[in-house]
């Protein structure tokens, strides 16, 4: 129910992004100016006033996740948030959904993150919001986690550039951007009570990299994690937010907390300026009384009138927020004007983050591009050809705009002469669960008026036979909890259209129950299906006799990542491992298409001729897909996560205290050694490698070179050439091997610099890389600092962390 409360806060019925962006906002630079100009309106404020800045109101309209009613006689103005980060999500209407975060970090491009940012700001000026509470950019550490679309990657790197581009790109248009989940929030599974316990190390060199960054950018505000690290909460951390955000990193902007993650009300002494998040029964409609916060409000108040709470340290807290509202034009008595949404170039942009983003995973014998008969006589099977999977679920679930069927956009795209047939072959709702199945009988449709809440079915379901049952559940209006012996599916509008996970389930009968509650302007409907193992066969019975009379199978396939709880396995859902395993043999010209949100097992890829990785592609994905397939874009994404090839074969796999912890108890014990760093130290072979991805043409790259720079970091070159017969682009990668004369853990390569270059056929260019200090530096947790790892170290470029194609041996002196 967390999950539901914080989106019911809003409910009812690189390169200088500005540069490429219709319009520019208010945003500048903080200064001293603004410091004075805080302090001096704070000064001003009664108690309730201040107050009011330290904690999160329900948005009046119901639509964004907060509001702060500001003090409009000293001229400051209201304020009011949205979620993110892959777009601005309103409940009750539309925005522009980007791809996932996820396939924008697989660009390898500043330029791109910078456009992706200035689309969500320009939206979220456009559609009333002040802030967007995004990105999200904590470590890819565990494969299941079921927020890994919503970050950017395993590598810190990869991870900071593309956090600190979005972020600048956010704020060019006036919105205010939040740097999340600060810090070691890498898993759904209990992440309300785990404790992480991370070294000194791991903590400066993998976890906290990007959030330097960001705060580096300029981001307005950080969102503090609902985890402890190192046995203090992160919302009451005072080495987190005091000694390293604001004393080592110089964060100038506040500090608020993921929803309801507020863990006292003394939190404010210890670096939190904010608390987020009330206890909400159900849907509020507008006007009604709020919830009273539990820590930020009255509670605080009383602790500042007896002094336990020092009146100076709730002035520092709203000086802080105020000083960032008058940064971006909300202080002064007139608000600076909104723009028009441009949905044109915002969709164009989309389709170009998509295409370029996407992940050629495999390709053998050239299947893609689609050309000749091949491309005209296809089999399109799988439930997303029809119903497109634009984005992943939870806090991060934007409607769109508009969002076109691939199947559509592919069927177009191959002409009238062509012949293209659908089959679904994975059944998602299936039919309505029979009578003489459940007793006492369930009577589908309204079962809530607005507002209402309770129990809406409780009884049994009788299974004839043992096997594995989708159970479906589609809830509109409001939200449903349904529990199966056990099992519980949560369904209603950020669930996605319909909840239908695949049970397994013996012969019998088996408690059923079911709880919901409506929206304050909508009552509520739920309709309860299953797909039998019979009709699942069948669904793939189908599919399989479309696949065996086409020339092409085109599968798609799809995992369902959400908020609040992590993946169960790394394979896809359903029966679609068995759907493309048996669609492949019958047509050995098989191409899979993934939309998928992190890493998945592939027991069918060597049956299969490609696989395409469009992660969830947002609103242009049918038309970014279709390009991709035809050629009419040469893909040039690559992975920025490794992907396992068995369950228990990653950096916390096999050890329950490393995740998903034991006793809220969690250990980061494999250290610096996540993702492509763990592969490399255990000498196990991935599926796919962090930086893989393919593409219709090739390159060739020359022997690279270094020297050193003035500030201490390298500048690195390398000519590549484009020796194929397509335009492509390729995302050169440079890793930089161990220091001789470092003690602490160290990776045997790292990623230290990358850049993406386009050539056309037959051209040649001599790039350069400019690698950081930083990059040339591990953290001593001997003397708490950044040291610099000497002496001749190996430095390699090339397509992928396990496809490098030159070296150089480098010297790097202190």
């Known amino acids: 129910m967390a999950i539901v409360a914080s989106l019911l806060a809003g409910s009812t019925v690189a390169a200088s992004a500005s540069a490429s962006a219709p319009g520019a906002g208010v945003e500048r630079q903080a200064g001293s100016g603004q410091t004075e100009l805080a302090k001096a309106l704070v000064a001003q404020m009664t108690l309730d006033e201040k107050i009011s800045f330290v904690h999160w109101r329900l948005d009046p309209d119901r639509q964004g996740v907060g509001y702060l009613p500001g003090v409009p006689r000293l001229g400051i103005g209201e304020l009011r948030s949205a979620d993110g980060p892959n777009g601005i999500r309103l409940v009750g209407r539309t925005a522009t959904a980007l791809p996932a975060p996820i396939a924008l970090a697989s660009t390898f491009d500043d330029a791109m993150a910078g456009t992706y940012g200035a689309v969500m700001g320009r939206d979220g000026r456009a559609l009333g919001q002040d802030m ?83 705060s ?82 009255e509670a605080l108040k009383r602790a500042v009138l007896d002094g336990t709470v020092p009146m100076a340290t709730l002035d520092r807290s709203v000086e802080r927020i105020v000083g960032q509202m008058e940064r971006f034009g909300l202080v002064g008595g007139t608000a600076p004007a909104r723009p028009e949404r441009d949905r044109t170039w915002a969709h164009a942009a989309s389709q170009k983050i998509a295409e370029n983003g996407a992940v050629l995973l495999r390709n053998q014998g050239n299947a893609l591009p689609l050309t000749g008969t091949a491309g005209k006589n296809i089999a399109v099977i799988g439930p997303t050809a029809t119903d497109p999977k634009v984005t992943g679920l939870g806090s991060a679930h934007v409607v769109p705009d508009a969002a076109a069927a691939p199947l559509d956009a592919l069927r177009e795209r191959a002409g009238a002469d062509a012949r293209v047939t659908y089959e679904q072959g994975e059944e998602i709702y299936g039919t309505d669960i029979p009578d003489s199945a459940l007793s006492p009988a369930f009577n589908k449709g309204r079962q809530l008026e607005p507002g209402q809440s309770g ?179 040469n893909p040039s994404g690559k992975l920025t996560q490794s992907f396992p090839a068995r369950e228990d074969q990653h950096a916390v796999a096999g050890d329950p205290k490393r995740y998903p912890g034991v006793d809220n108890q969690q250990e980061y014990t494999e250290g610096i050694y996540v993702g492509y760093r763990w592969f490399d130290k255990a000498n ?21 070179t270094a020297v050193s720079t003035p500030d201490g970091g390298l500048k690195v070159s390398v000519t590549i050439r484009n020796t194929g017969q397509r335009a492509g682009q390729e995302v050169v990668q440079a890793y930089l091997g ?36 930083r990059q040339l530096q591990y953290w001593d947790a001997a003397s708490h600092s950044w040291k610099t790892g000497t002496g001749s170290r190996l430095l390699q470029v090339g397509a992928s962390s396990a496809d490098l194609r030159g070296s150089t041996q480098v010297t790097i002196a202190q």
């Open 132 to 214: 967007v509470l995004g990105p999200m950019m904590n470590n890819i550490r565990v494969p299941h986690g079921g927020r890994n679309f919503e970050t950017f990657s395993e590598d810190p790197l990869v991870s900071s550039r593309t956090a600190a581009a979005q972020i600048k790109g956010i704020q060019s248009q006036g919105l205010m951007a939040t740097a999340k989940h600060f810090a070691a929030n890498n898993q759904e599974n209990n992440r309300f009570s785990v404790n992480a316990t991370v070294d000194e190390q791991t903590l400066r060199e993998i976890e906290l990299p990007a959030f330097e960054a960001s």
């Open 216 to 297: 580096k950018a300029g981001a307005a505000s950080f969102m503090c994690a609902y985890n402890g690290l190192n046995g203090k909460p992160s919302c009451g951390n005072e080495d987190l937010l005091n000694t390293i955000l604001r004393t080592q990193w110089g964060f100038q902007g506040w500090v608020m907390s993921d929803w309801q993650a507020t863990h006292s009300t003394d939190a404010i002494t210890k670096g939190l300026d904010q608390e987020m998040g009330v206890d909400l029964p159900g849907d509020i409609p507008p006007g009604a009384p709020e919830p009273e916060p539990k820590y930020f409000g």
């Open 455 to 633: 129990t809406l079915y409780e009884g049994t379901l009788t299974v004839p036979a043992d096997g594995e049952y989708r159970i479906a559940v589609r809830a509109t209006g409001g939200y449903a909890t349904v529990t199966l012996d056990g099992h519980t599916i949560e369904a209603g509008a950020v669930y996605g259209k319909v909840s239908s996970p695949l049970l397994k389930l013996t012969a019998g009968t088996h408690k059923l129950t079911m709880t919901g509650f409506a929206m304050s302007g909508t009552p509520l409907s739920v309709d309860l299906g299953w797909v039998t193992p019979e009709a699942s066969e069948a669904s793939i019975a189908k599919a399989v006799t479309a696949a065996r009379n086409a020339e092409t199978a085109l599968v798609f396939a799809y995992d369902d990542g959400t908020e609040g709880v992590d993946r169960p396995s790394l394979s896809l859902p359903g029966t679609q491992d068995k759907l493309i395993s048996a669609v492949a043999e019958a047509n050995p010209n098989t191409i899979v298409v993934l939309n998928t949100g992190s890493a998945v097992l592939m027991p069918w890829l060597d049956k299969t001729r490609a696989v395409l990785d469009m992660w969830y592609p947002g609103q242009a994905g049918a038309e970014a897909t279709t390009a991709l397939l035809y050629g009419d874009v």
């Open 684 to 704: 196990v072979r991935p599926l796919f490698p962090f930086g893989h991805g393919l593409s219709y043409t090739s390159f060739r790259y020359g022997t690279p």
């Open 738 to 773: 161990a220091s001789p004369h470092v003690t602490a853990p160290q990776a045997r390569k790292k990623l230290v610099g990358y850049t993406k270059v386009a050539l056309d056929p037959g051209q040649e260019k001599r790039i350069t890389l400019t690698v950081d200090r």
